[in-house]
């Protein structure tokens, strides 16, 4: 039976984490900061960009959606750390369901994303893009769909970690690429066929597709805009949370009766 006050206390838990650790924190404003006005503007005068809009504009989208999937990721990931100081062995004890614990995650790191990203579109007006009340409703729904989706995938990969050197693997061969393979800086038709394939199983690819819907929608007529329906990102987005979800509570469920029976989980 899922119980929703373990859910509310480990959110709070991560949000406490998350400020307390001011590098952490102050790297989060920075990163999308840093990529969008230095790397952006580097990428400008040698990118040309859609007709009546800017690089900056363009690839806003996607900085979003990397605020998105670092935050995202990284709290997820922070389960590695919980399992290392005997965290995750007590909350596997505990009298609630581990649906709870793998919900309570996700939760938290979804929220803490969506909260960064809806800081992050403060930006808009100041590159541009005009953002509507309809416009902000819509981007706050693809942010959270977009969010739970990465740290669904998140809490599977921290479900398969047991140490915290494994970390600069994940952000060296999952992060980046799914940053890099994901339409953000560039659209998705122009990539050839070999890495199309691997960018139509990137969760993040339909998230930031959704963001471009919302804040770049006149950028249809340019012939290098979104990539695919909006009702198809969503039904992605969906299915792979639920994918995704559901394997992370059958492994985080074989890892707490490891716990039980006194034997350390392999990874």
Request: proline share 5%; hydrophobic share 55%.
């Amino acid at each position: 039976m899922l119980a929703f006050r373990p859910i509310y206390i480990i959110m709070v838990r991560e949000f406490k984490r998350f400020f307390r650790q001011k590098g952490r924190f102050f790297s989060a404003l920075a990163r999308p900061l840093i990529w969008l006005f230095v790397i952006g503007s580097g990428l400008a005068q040698i990118v040309q960009a859609p007709d009546r809009f800017s690089y900056k504009q363009f690839i806003f989208p996607g900085i979003l959606g990397m605020v998105v999937l670092f935050q995202s990721m990284l709290s997820s990931l922070s389960t590695v750390y919980d399992r290392e100081f005997g965290i995750v062995r007590l909350l596997l004890v505990a009298p609630i369901t581990k649906l709870t614990v793998v919900i309570g995650k996700i939760a938290s790191g979804s929220f803490l994303a969506t909260t960064q990203g809806v800081i992050l579109l403060i930006l808009a007006p100041f590159l541009g893009i005009k953002i509507g009340f309809v416009q902000l409703l819509s981007m706050l729904i693809f942010l959270i769909l977009t969010a739970i989706a990465i740290s669904s995938l998140g809490m599977l990969i921290a479900t398969q970690m047991n140490s915290l050197e494994n970390f600069a693997g994940v952000m060296n061969f999952v992060i980046f690429p799914m940053f890099f393979l994901s339409g953000g800086l560039y659209p998705v038709k122009l990539l050839p066929k070999a890495l199309q394939a691997i960018v139509y199983i990137n969760p993040l690819t339909y998230g930031i597709d959704l963001f471009k819907h919302t804040l770049l929608p006149e950028i249809y007529r340019t012939g290098r805009g979104t990539d695919f329906p909006v009702e198809f990102d969503i039904f992605m987005l969906l299915l792979f949370t639920l994918i995704t979800a559901s394997l992370a509570v059958v492994f985080f469920n074989r890892e707490g009766k490891l716990v039980l029976l006194g034997r350390r989980p392999r990874g």
